[in-house]
Protein backbone atom coordinates (compact mmCIF):
# COMPACT_ATOMS: atom_id res chain seq x y z
CA UNK A 1 0.00 0.00 0.00
CA UNK A 2 1.35 3.78 -0.76
CA UNK A 3 2.36 5.77 1.79
CA UNK A 4 -0.11 8.81 2.24
CA UNK A 5 1.61 12.18 0.99
CA UNK A 6 1.00 15.01 3.16
CA UNK A 7 -0.64 17.09 -0.15
CA UNK A 8 -3.05 13.77 -0.97
CA UNK A 9 -5.15 14.20 2.28
CA UNK A 10 -7.30 16.53 0.84
CA UNK A 11 -7.81 15.19 -2.58
CA UNK A 12 -8.54 11.57 -0.34
CA UNK A 13 -10.73 13.56 2.04
CA UNK A 14 -12.62 14.82 -1.00
CA UNK A 15 -13.00 11.65 -3.30
CA UNK A 16 -14.67 9.63 -0.08
CA UNK A 17 -16.42 12.51 0.40
CA UNK A 18 -17.36 12.00 -3.37
CA UNK A 19 -18.41 8.48 -3.16
CA UNK A 20 -20.39 9.04 0.27
CA UNK A 21 -22.92 11.70 -1.33
CA UNK A 22 -23.23 9.82 -4.05
CA UNK A 23 -24.19 6.77 -2.22
CA UNK A 24 -27.04 9.32 -0.68
CA UNK A 25 -27.74 10.55 -3.63
CA UNK A 26 -28.47 7.06 -5.38
CA UNK A 27 -30.39 6.14 -2.10
CA UNK A 28 -32.71 9.10 -1.97
CA UNK A 29 -33.32 8.54 -5.75
CA UNK A 30 -34.02 4.77 -5.83
CA UNK A 31 -36.16 5.03 -2.61
CA UNK A 32 -37.96 7.88 -3.97
CA UNK A 33 -41.88 6.62 -4.64
CA UNK A 34 -43.18 9.82 -5.53
CA UNK A 35 -44.97 9.58 -8.68
CA UNK A 36 -42.63 11.25 -11.72
CA UNK A 37 -42.82 13.30 -14.56
CA UNK A 38 -41.55 16.60 -16.02
CA UNK A 39 -38.41 16.93 -14.49
CA UNK A 40 -39.00 14.78 -11.83
CA UNK A 41 -39.09 10.39 -11.47
CA UNK A 42 -39.15 8.02 -9.46
CA UNK A 43 -36.49 4.95 -8.93
CA UNK A 44 -34.80 3.92 -11.22
CA UNK A 45 -36.37 6.27 -13.88
CA UNK A 46 -33.99 8.93 -12.71
CA UNK A 47 -31.53 7.34 -14.31
CA UNK A 48 -32.86 9.09 -18.04
CA UNK A 49 -31.35 12.03 -16.49
CA UNK A 50 -28.09 13.43 -17.52
CA UNK A 51 -27.48 14.47 -13.77
CA UNK A 52 -27.91 11.15 -12.62
CA UNK A 53 -25.66 9.80 -14.84
CA UNK A 54 -22.56 12.03 -14.54
CA UNK A 55 -22.84 12.13 -11.03
CA UNK A 56 -22.54 8.25 -10.76
CA UNK A 57 -20.07 8.31 -13.24
CA UNK A 58 -17.97 10.22 -10.97
CA UNK A 59 -19.16 7.93 -7.91
CA UNK A 60 -17.14 5.47 -9.75
CA UNK A 61 -14.18 7.43 -11.37
CA UNK A 62 -13.69 8.57 -7.21
CA UNK A 63 -13.94 4.93 -5.79
CA UNK A 64 -11.39 4.11 -8.92
CA UNK A 65 -9.36 6.91 -7.71
CA UNK A 66 -9.24 5.49 -4.37
CA UNK A 67 -8.12 2.38 -4.91
CA UNK A 68 -5.56 3.25 -7.28
CA UNK A 69 -4.01 5.86 -5.44
CA UNK A 70 -3.73 2.92 -2.42
CA UNK A 71 -2.40 0.39 -4.73
CA UNK A 72 0.29 3.00 -6.00
CA UNK A 73 -0.88 3.21 -9.51
CA UNK A 74 -1.37 6.16 -12.13
CA UNK A 75 -4.74 7.99 -10.82
CA UNK A 76 -7.33 8.49 -14.27
CA UNK A 77 -7.09 12.04 -15.05
CA UNK A 78 -8.72 11.97 -17.89
CA UNK A 79 -11.47 10.19 -15.73
CA UNK A 80 -11.19 12.67 -13.35
CA UNK A 81 -12.03 15.54 -15.46
CA UNK A 82 -15.18 13.82 -17.61
CA UNK A 83 -16.64 13.45 -14.08
CA UNK A 84 -16.32 16.95 -12.77
CA UNK A 85 -16.91 18.91 -15.83
CA UNK A 86 -20.13 16.77 -16.56
CA UNK A 87 -21.25 17.22 -13.03
CA UNK A 88 -20.12 20.70 -13.05
CA UNK A 89 -22.21 20.97 -16.33
CA UNK A 90 -25.55 19.95 -14.31
CA UNK A 91 -24.89 22.41 -11.49
CA UNK A 92 -25.18 25.26 -13.64
CA UNK A 93 -27.82 23.99 -16.12
CA UNK A 94 -30.02 23.63 -12.88
CA UNK A 95 -28.85 26.53 -11.03
CA UNK A 96 -28.90 28.77 -14.56
CA UNK A 97 -31.68 27.32 -16.65
CA UNK A 98 -33.74 24.53 -15.58
CA UNK A 99 -34.51 25.82 -11.87
CA UNK A 100 -35.43 29.77 -13.21
CA UNK A 101 -37.32 27.68 -16.33
CA UNK A 102 -39.64 25.61 -13.87
CA UNK A 103 -39.54 27.73 -10.33
CA UNK A 104 -42.33 25.41 -9.30
CA UNK A 105 -40.27 22.38 -9.21
CA UNK A 106 -37.47 21.95 -6.27
CA UNK A 107 -35.14 20.87 -7.93
CA UNK A 108 -32.49 20.66 -4.72
CA UNK A 109 -35.10 18.13 -3.22
CA UNK A 110 -33.80 14.91 -1.98
CA UNK A 111 -31.46 13.10 -4.39
CA UNK A 112 -31.14 16.61 -6.06
CA UNK A 113 -29.77 18.03 -3.57
CA UNK A 114 -26.65 15.77 -3.35
CA UNK A 115 -26.45 15.38 -7.38
CA UNK A 116 -27.58 19.03 -8.50
CA UNK A 117 -25.23 21.08 -5.82
CA UNK A 118 -22.78 19.24 -3.54
CA UNK A 119 -21.35 16.01 -5.27
CA UNK A 120 -20.55 18.82 -8.51
CA UNK A 121 -19.41 21.53 -6.45
CA UNK A 122 -17.10 18.92 -4.46
CA UNK A 123 -15.77 17.06 -7.39
CA UNK A 124 -14.98 20.60 -9.35
CA UNK A 125 -12.86 21.27 -6.34
CA UNK A 126 -11.24 18.21 -5.85
CA UNK A 127 -9.98 18.07 -9.56
CA UNK A 128 -8.76 22.02 -9.32
CA UNK A 129 -6.77 20.86 -6.14
CA UNK A 130 -5.59 18.14 -7.41
CA UNK A 131 -1.67 17.28 -8.49
CA UNK A 132 -1.69 13.67 -9.99
CA UNK A 133 -0.95 14.12 -13.28
CA UNK A 134 1.30 17.57 -13.38
CA UNK A 135 -0.63 19.44 -16.84
CA UNK A 136 -3.57 17.90 -18.46
CA UNK A 137 -3.41 18.10 -22.18
CA UNK A 138 -5.57 19.73 -24.14
CA UNK A 139 -6.88 17.08 -25.97
CA UNK A 140 -8.69 15.52 -22.65
CA UNK A 141 -11.03 19.16 -22.47
CA UNK A 142 -12.22 17.64 -26.00
CA UNK A 143 -12.41 14.08 -24.25
CA UNK A 144 -14.54 15.55 -21.91
CA UNK A 145 -17.55 16.97 -23.60
CA UNK A 146 -18.05 13.53 -25.62
CA UNK A 147 -19.98 13.00 -22.44
CA UNK A 148 -22.60 15.50 -23.09
CA UNK A 149 -22.47 14.89 -26.76
CA UNK A 150 -23.28 11.18 -26.68
CA UNK A 151 -25.80 11.93 -24.31
CA UNK A 152 -27.29 14.90 -26.12
CA UNK A 153 -27.26 12.74 -29.51
CA UNK A 154 -28.99 9.55 -27.63
CA UNK A 155 -31.92 11.99 -26.12
CA UNK A 156 -32.27 13.57 -29.55
CA UNK A 157 -32.19 9.53 -31.26
CA UNK A 158 -34.96 8.94 -28.60
CA UNK A 159 -37.25 11.88 -29.79
CA UNK A 160 -37.05 10.75 -33.32
CA UNK A 161 -37.95 7.22 -32.91
CA UNK A 162 -40.56 8.07 -30.81
CA UNK A 163 -41.72 11.21 -30.62
CA UNK A 164 -42.09 14.18 -28.28
CA UNK A 165 -45.00 13.08 -26.56
CA UNK A 166 -47.28 15.26 -24.32
CA UNK A 167 -45.55 17.28 -21.39
CA UNK A 168 -45.50 16.37 -18.82
CA UNK A 169 -44.95 12.74 -19.80
CA UNK A 170 -42.44 13.36 -22.50
CA UNK A 171 -39.58 12.42 -24.07
CA UNK A 172 -38.41 15.87 -24.00
CA UNK A 173 -37.75 15.56 -20.37
CA UNK A 174 -35.95 18.88 -20.14
CA UNK A 175 -37.96 20.69 -22.43
CA UNK A 176 -35.24 21.65 -24.95
CA UNK A 177 -37.63 21.47 -27.56
CA UNK A 178 -40.52 23.86 -26.85
CA UNK A 179 -39.05 25.93 -29.14
CA UNK A 180 -39.08 23.47 -31.79
CA UNK A 181 -36.26 21.55 -33.16
CA UNK A 182 -34.09 24.19 -34.58
CA UNK A 183 -33.66 25.36 -31.43
CA UNK A 184 -33.35 22.48 -29.49
CA UNK A 185 -30.79 21.72 -31.34
CA UNK A 186 -29.03 25.19 -31.21
CA UNK A 187 -29.54 24.29 -27.24
CA UNK A 188 -28.14 21.00 -27.54
CA UNK A 189 -25.06 22.27 -29.20
CA UNK A 190 -24.53 25.10 -26.66
CA UNK A 191 -25.03 22.39 -23.79
CA UNK A 192 -21.86 20.65 -25.67
CA UNK A 193 -19.97 24.01 -26.04
CA UNK A 194 -20.65 24.47 -21.99
CA UNK A 195 -19.22 21.29 -21.41
CA UNK A 196 -15.96 21.66 -22.94
CA UNK A 197 -15.47 25.51 -21.33
CA UNK A 198 -16.07 24.14 -17.78
CA UNK A 199 -13.63 21.22 -18.47
CA UNK A 200 -11.26 23.98 -20.25
CA UNK A 201 -11.86 26.19 -16.98
CA UNK A 202 -11.11 22.99 -14.63
CA UNK A 203 -7.64 22.57 -16.90
CA UNK A 204 -6.84 26.44 -15.94
CA UNK A 205 -7.80 26.22 -12.91
CA UNK A 206 -5.67 23.03 -12.20
CA UNK A 207 -2.35 24.27 -13.60
CA UNK A 208 -2.59 27.28 -11.35
CA UNK A 209 -3.67 25.39 -8.37
CA UNK A 210 -3.41 21.96 -8.28
CA UNK A 211 -0.06 21.75 -9.78
CA UNK A 212 1.17 24.40 -7.13
CA UNK A 213 0.07 21.98 -4.44
CA UNK A 214 1.60 19.55 -5.95
CA UNK A 215 5.50 21.03 -5.63
CA UNK A 216 4.71 22.04 -2.21
Known amino acids: MQKTRKRDLVPIILNILIVVFVVCGTYA ?11 TASGVENLKYFTVLSNEFCG ?3 ILWLCLY ?4 KTPVLAKLMGASATGLTFLIIAAFLQPMY ?8 GNFWFHLVVPLIAM ?3 VLSSDGGKVPFRYTVFSAMLALL ?3 GYLI ?3 LNGIGTWPESNDWYGFLNWGFPVGIAIFAVVVLMDFGI ?11 GNRTGKN
Open 103 to 110: PDLNLYKG
Open 151 to 153: YGS
Open 70 to 73: FTGK
Open 60 to 62: IVA
Open 29 to 39: MLTNKESGSGL
Open 125 to 127: AEF
Open 199 to 209: ACLLRFLNGKV
Open 158 to 160: NIL
